[in-house]
């Protein structure tokens, strides 16, 4: 993916650039490499590093048989799913109002919703707590996706796109009598495809991993997302060998690893499309 | 019709209105709403048993001034945004430098400086404690290899704090060196060759043309490292709870103990105003930021 530069390093340089890089990226991936380790070996091995040691299943055994995975990785889908899909029909309107609209106040309006990128709902927890429980919806999937559901940084960028989108096309759509929401779902969303991939798995990605705020509003197996109920699981077992929590951390993060394993290029490409627009 | 309907710029104002309408009534539920009622409630004492709320006035920001724990949590977050920020910064163009190079094994040296990123907080906090414990943690048994005495890297209080940093940076520096190598990336080789007809030396053409051409995303990183920085408390629930003796308290986990601990959400609105305050701060950056960016298009 990277041109050759003119300035790229020769001879001993070169060499010293390997070696320092390689080191950082040993050092990088050490956490999740021995975490491997230790999770796929009996836990006399979690400090000894040797050939001979067994291979082992047990300890993923141990955890999921310890605490409810099976529900906590179900109420974590629902989540992102949740999440996303209201983000994605509240900002493609959102976003196609700023977009393609003139009206009176929309300066204002626009920097009313950018407000949130700073003022993120992550902070905002002990209101936010007051609200779900006046609405009665704490201990709920609901209450933990509400917060989030419009995004602006998800505005922002679908704005962006829809905004280099030339304007004949969709005055084209218009001669042929189309509605402005059929425009906006015949015309707008099947150009913007890849910045909705990048943004889903930005999106996907950020609430599988949240934690404080589902932390705050749930208090039971019912709701609980595999984050918090990791926490729950580590904090309480603190006797339990160290093999077992390991098992367990991976079991949490496994599923998005895969992922991302699997479609790195698009991934890494997400995130650098959603930073720069 | 009444004869406004049949104008047609009204008409779209009333469109555009209605396209906004769900975004906006989220926002406002869930960002504003909650953010005008923190800074009310920082005026008042949370009622006991049902009882109605008192009106205080100052008193929660008067505690605030003699609060050792605030104190505490404020400096170290100081601490730990002027440790994180400049390290992950400093750590993600290396790291961005090293993948544009044209090394070899350059994917899989980018896979591995990204992927802290999209592992959760939580979980990798709980390998990162492995390290750190005391006796038969990895850390101890090199240091016990090597025969140095053994430290209790997360309970002693000049430690706990440093220990902390490290994880944050090792989280974000993978994250924000794609950032750079986006920037990088739109950098013509033709200026590389410029200046090297000019016989500028290697470290010349990057301190005086790369660097200055990534000012823009590192005004962006930097935004973001800050927001970051005030935001980021999920490994203190695995490593310290913010202690030993606060030592490695931050302040959302001091608004978080004080709001759903010890249930006084009065003074963890007053709490809150202040991180909201730092957070302020930030967006006056974000906002310069965004505004040059839409000139530039």
């Known amino acids: ?277 | 019709m009444p004869p406004a309907f049949r104008n047609p710029a009204t008409m779209r104002t009333i469109h555009a209105w209605l396209l906004l309408l769900p975004a906006l009534a989220f926002i406002a539920a869930f960002t504003h709403y909650p953010a005008v009622n923190t800074f009310i409630h920082s005026f008042f004492l949370d009622g006991r048993g049902g009882a109605p709320a008192q009106f205080v006035g100052l008193e929660h920001y008067q505690y605030l001034l003699e609060d050792e724990v605030f104190r505490k949590a404020l400096v170290n977050n100081l601490l730990f945004a002027s440790g994180t920020i400049p390290l992950s910064i400093g750590l993600a163009m290396t790291m961005a430098f090293l993948v544009n190079a044209g090394l070899a094994g350059q994917s899989v040296l980018r896979l591995c400086y990204f992927v802290p990123t999209v592992l959760p907080m939580i979980a990798v906090a709980n390998i990162w404690l492995f390290f750190y414990t005391p006796e038969y943690g990895l850390l101890e048994q090199i240091r016990g290899a090597l025969g140095l005495a053994g430290v209790n890297w997360l309970g002693s209080e000049s430690t706990a704090l440093p220990c902390v940093i490290a994880v944050a940076v090792w989280k974000d520096a993978g994250f924000f060196m794609i950032f750079y190598l986006a920037a990088l990336q739109q950098i013509p080789p033709s200026l590389g060759e410029a200046a090297m007809l000019e016989g500028a030396s290697r470290l010349y053409y990057y301190r005086r043309v790369v660097i200055p051409l990534l000012m823009p995303t590192t005004l962006f990183v930097l935004v973001n490292a800050t927001i970051n920085a005030f935001r980021m408390v999920d490994h203190l629930f695995v490593l310290t709870q913010g202690g030993p003796n606060n030592a490695s308290s931050l302040l959302l986990y001091y608004i978080y103990e004080v709001s759903f601990k010890y249930w006084d959400t009065g003074y963890g609105a007053a709490l809150t105003m202040v991180l909201l305050g730092f957070l302020a701060l930030a967006s006056i950056g974000q906002f310069g930021f965004l505004d040059r960016k839409v000139h530039y298009r």
């Not at chain 1, 042929?176 to 798995?201: C, F, H, M």
Request: aromatic content about 12%.
């Open chain 1, 1 to 277: 993916m990277s041109q050759t530069n003119i300035y790229d390093s020769r001879g001993l340089a070169r060499v010293l650039d390997t070696a320092a890089a390689w080191t950082l990226a040993v050092l990088w991936a050490l956490p999740l490499l021995y975490a491997v380790w230790t999770a796929f070996h009996p836990s006399e091995f979690s400090t000894r590093f040797t050939l001979a040691a067994p291979l082992t299943l047990d300890n993923f055994r141990a955890a999921w048989d310890a605490a409810p995975f099976a529900r906590y990785l179900v109420n974590t889908v629902l989540l992102v799913t949740l999440v996303l899909s209201g983000q994605l029909v509240l900002c493609t309107l959102a976003a196609y109002a700023f977009a393609k609209y003139d009206f009176p106040g929309k300066g204002i309006l626009f920097a009313l919703v950018l407000m949130q990128l700073m003022i993120m709902p992550d902070v905002l927890v002990v209101e936010n707590y007051r609200t779900m429980s006046a609405i009665g919806v704490l201990d709920s999937t609901l209450a933990i996706g509400l917060p989030y559901m419009a995004s602006a940084f998800g505005i922002f960028l679908l704005r962006q796109t829809f905004k280099s989108i030339p304007k004949e096309l969709d005055e084209a759509a218009a001669v042929e009598g189309a509605s402005t929401l059929q425009i906006l779902w015949k015309v707008y969303v099947p150009l913007g495809k890849p910045v909705y991939l990048a943004y889903a798995l930005v999106s996907v990605s950020y609430h599988w991993n949240n934690f404080l705020w589902p932390l705050i509003v749930t208090n039971t197996t019912n709701s609980r997302p595999l984050t918090v109920g990791l926490q729950v699981f580590s904090s309480t077992e603190q006797g339990v060998d160290w093999s077992i929590i390991t098992a367990a951390t991976l079991m949490t993060s496994g599923p998005l690893l895969i992922g991302f394993l699997l479609f790195q290029r698009q991934f890494v490409q997400s995130f650098m499309r959603a930073g720069i627009k």
